[in-house]
């Protein structure tokens, strides 16, 4: 099974995630307000990148639940800051999560973060002591809204989700607050030549493409590709 991903798309911004990091922490360096990021917490290289930019320029990083729930599963396996031991991570409870914890059942992840909570009020008190972690899904039920003045958002994920209506309505309140919206991101999965010469060093005797807009692709590089279509069941042997 392989992965096509940049496989008819240019393959960005090739950076690595060490000059990535030099990247954000320049970028919050320079901010005068409130910095919000948008990222996969999952994606633990770049979380950390954007904790350590905090630190680094003295404000203190803004989880919402989820994130910060990713952090205490993953600090037994590597150092990272822990809601309730470390000051540098404080937890935003989102209104959606508040809204719907109980009849989900997350009484017990609620209630975990409970010592680091910080409220809406007080980020909007002081916006520039902090950099926290943002959903389109935010903007209307915890900003009302009305973002900070002078909000820069640090964008960290594919381009294209961009062009969905729920980002271009952010990027509209980004620029009513004056702020502005930094894409800062390196991708995550293999670049275009890199499939080419890692499929070729291992001589499959069959490759399926996955994740990939563009599979045909695979025909023009490679004699022993299966192509399948979404759901299609294919029995090995």
Same mark, same amino acid.
């Given at each position: 099974?392989?992965?096509?991903?940049?496989?008819?798309?240019?393959?960005?911004?090739?950076?690595?995630?060490?000059?990535?990091?030099?990247?954000?922490?320049?970028?919050?360096?320079?901010?005068?307000?409130?910095?919000?990021?948008?990222?996969?917490?999952?994606?633990?290289?770049?979380?950390? &990148?954007?904790? /350590?930019?905090? =630190? *680094?320029?003295?404000?203190? %990083?803004? !989880?919402?639940?989820?994130?910060?729930?990713?952090?205490?599963?993953?600090?037994?396996?590597?150092?990272?800051?822990?809601?309730?031991?470390?000051?540098?991570?404080?937890?935003?409870?989102?209104?959606?999560?508040?809204?719907? &914890?109980?009849? /989900?059942?997350? =009484? *017990?992840?609620?209630?975990? %973060?409970? !010592?680091?909570?910080?409220?809406?009020?007080?980020?909007?008190?002081?916006?520039?002591?902090?950099?926290?972690?943002?959903?389109?899904?935010?903007?209307?039920?915890?900003?009302?809204?009305?973002?900070?003045?002078?909000?820069?958002?640090?964008?960290?994920?594919?381009?294209?989700?961009?062009?969905?209506?729920?980002?271009?309505?952010?990027?509209?309140?980004?620029?009513?607050?004056?702020?502005?919206?930094?894409?800062?991101?390196?991708?995550?999965?293999?670049?275009?030549?890199?499939?080419?010469?890692?499929?070729?060093?291992?001589?499959?005797?069959?490759?399926?493409?996955?994740?990939?807009?563009?599979?045909?692709?695979?025909?023009?590089?490679?004699?022993?590709?299966?192509?399948?279509?979404?759901?299609?069941?294919?029995?090995?042997?």
């Amino acid at each position: 099974l392989m992965e096509g991903t940049h496989f008819g798309f240019p393959d960005g911004n090739e950076v690595t995630e060490y000059e990535l990091e030099d990247e954000i922490v320049k970028h919050v360096s320079e901010a005068s307000g409130l910095v919000v990021t948008y990222f996969s917490p999952q994606h633990v290289d770049r979380l950390v &990148a954007f904790i /350590r930019a905090a =630190k *680094k320029n003295n404000r203190t %990083f803004v !989880a919402d639940v989820y994130t910060a729930f990713i952090l205490h599963m993953i600090s037994s396996e590597t150092p990272v800051p822990v809601p309730g031991k470390d000051e540098l991570v404080r937890v935003y409870y989102p209104r959606t999560f508040e809204d719907s &914890a109980q009849r /989900r059942g997350l =009484k *017990k992840l609620s209630d975990r %973060f409970e !010592a680091s909570r910080i409220s809406m009020k007080e980020i909007a008190a002081e916006p520039s002591k902090y950099l926290m972690i943002f959903r389109p899904s935010m903007l209307e039920p915890d900003f009302d809204g009305t973002l900070p003045i002078g909000t820069t958002c640090l964008y960290s994920s594919w381009s294209g989700y961009l062009e969905k209506s729920d980002w271009k309505t952010t990027i509209e309140r980004i620029t009513a607050a004056d702020g502005n919206l930094i894409e800062v991101h390196t991708s995550g999965h293999i670049r275009s030549s890199d499939i080419i010469r890692f499929v070729n060093s291992i001589s499959p005797t069959t490759i399926v493409p996955i994740h990939t807009f563009e599979p045909e692709t695979f025909q023009r590089h490679f004699e022993n590709v299966k192509l399948l279509t979404d759901s299609e069941s294919w029995t090995l042997g």
